[in-house]
Antibody, heavy 126, light 110 residues
Framework: QVQLVESGGGVVQPGRSLRLSCVASGFTFSSYAMHWVRQAPGKGLEWVAVISYDGSNQYYADSVKGRFTISRDNSKNTLYLQVNSLRVEDTALYYC???????????????????WGQGTLVTVSS | SVLTQPPSLSGAPGQRVTISCTGSSSNIGAGYDVHWYQQLPGTAPKLLIFANNNRPSGVPDRFSGSKSGTSASLAITGLQAEDEADFYCQSYDSSLSGAVFGGGTKLTVL
């Protein structure tokens, strides 16, 4: 069965960095584009970033562009999110999610997501 | 949010409810698909409807989606207590070059 397990969250001060990880199992990780989506406490969903199945393309929400970097290691079945220059407003539960469908995607075809992890909580506070 | 949903909705068991999702010419109106997610309390979102009106395996046919112009709707018939959840619509926005979500609708089963 498909499993996505996030880790790496924690409490950090504004301006600091974290690296979030998502270990995938139960499917051919290297065939799927992967996403990060976040949810601030008590708020709605916000798409963060997507990476192509082979890691060659990445796209970001404007709110994180230049500060966050999505990457993957297909040999380790692991997705990453490097989060730098953290702000209080980055406080959220960060989910990794698998794109519905294999192979290349572009624009709207990179959505939706059919499997989600349980999330890792990032709290930015001084 | 780029996509607009009613913040809350309620219905009695057995009733039919509809959740609207209104976008613009750069997302739903541009022809991009709309997807719907259900988030039960304390859990991760679950894909409920994809590509406007398609149900993933295992989703009851009480759930259906539609899209017209710059809007989309999720209909739930035969409302059940276990349907109480937050529902989100999602699409792609060409001006933002990324996914956009609605603000979410909290459904209460009376």
């Amino acid at each position: 069965q498909v499993q996505l397990v996030e880790s790496g969250g924690g409490v950090v001060q504004p301006g600091r960095s974290l690296r979030l990880s998502c270990v995938a199992s139960g499917f051919t990780f290297s065939s799927y584009a992967m996403h990060w989506v976040r949810q601030a406490p008590g708020k709605g969903l916000e798409w963060v970033a997507v990476i192509s199945y082979d890691g060659s393309n990445q796209y970001y929400a404007d709110s994180v562009k230049g500060r966050f970097t999505i990457s993957r290691d297909n040999s380790k079945n692991t997705l990453y999110l490097q989060v730098n220059s953290l702000r209080v407003e980055d406080t959220a539960l960060y989910y990794c999610a698998r794109r519905l469908g294999v192979g290349y995607c572009s624009g709207g075809s990179c959505y939706p997501t059919d499997y989600w992890g349980q999330g890792t909580l990032v709290t930015v506070s001084s | 949010s780029v996509l607009t949903q009613p913040p809350s909705l309620s219905g009695a068991p057995g009733q039919r409810v509809t959740i609207s999702c209104t976008g613009s010419s750069s997302n739903i109106g541009a022809g991009y698909d709309v997807h719907w997610y259900q988030q039960l309390p304390g859990t991760a979102p679950k894909l409920l409807i994809f590509a406007n009106n398609n149900r993933p395996s295992g989703v009851p046919d009480r759930f259906s989606g539609s899209k017209s112009g710059t809007s989309a709707s999720l209909a739930i018939t035969g409302l059940q207590a276990e349907d109480e959840a937050d529902f989100y619509c999602q699409s792609y926005d060409s001006s933002l070059s990324g996914a956009v979500f609605g603000g979410g609708t909290k459904l209460t089963v009376l």
